[in-house]
């Protein structure tokens, strides 16, 4: 099962119907990138659906491995390929939301684990201080504000950039499988 999920600042998008309505959006590169107001609102695709992490990673139903179009980095992907090659176990497979405990970014990943003499799991680094992601979780309090935990199960606090604020909330977009 997987979900679409928005998080946005409840402070500063105080009525669900402003939030797509006041923001301009410009396609950069593939990408909307929002261009007026910095509240935070950020977009997420988390869970494995129904495709089997083996057929994602050894193309079992797909003319090839759809793997490599769900990782941008290259040198992730050479280590794919090493592993595929090594008939390596997959262990977990699924999207994910990363934090950057540096500069508290969080972003969307791919996140998997493998095994072959030793487990692998990606490394992620924030695109702007460069440094390494953690792969967080999240828990809803009153069914929509979102409190974010790491590995330990403890607290991360993740704020708006615009005022400030940690109330975050969510919304369910879209149910997939």
């Known amino acids: 099962m ?8 409840g402070n500063c998008y105080k009525s669900k119907d402003n939030l797509f309505k006041d923001d301009e959006y410009e396609i950069i590169n593939g990408k909307f990138v929002l261009l007026k107001n910095n509240a935070f609102k950020k977009s997420f695709t988390l869970g494995g659906g129904f495709i089997s992490p083996e057929s994602i ?36 497979a699924y999207h994910s939301i990363y ?29 702007y201080c460069k440094s390494k992601l953690e792969n967080i979780d999240y828990e809803l309090e009153n069914e929509e504000k979102v409190i974010f935990k790491n590995i330990k199960e403890e607290t991360i606090e993740i704020s708006c950039k615009k005022c400030g604020s940690n109330n ?9 499988d």
């Open 2 to 9: 997987g979900e679409n999920i928005l998080i946005y600042c």
């Open 57 to 92: 990673f050894y193309g079992k139903y797909f003319k090839k491995p759809i793997i490599f179009d769900l990782i941008k980095k290259k040198s992730i992907k050479e280590d794919i390929k090493n592993l595929i090659k090594n008939n390596a176990k997959i262990i977990d």
């Open 99 to 127: 934090f950057c405990p540096k500069c508290h970014d969080i972003s969307n990943k791919y996140y998997f684990k493998m095994e072959f003499n030793g487990v692998y799991e990606p490394k992620y680094y924030c695109r």
């Open 168 to 176: 975050l909330l969510m919304e369910h977009l879209a149910f997939w």
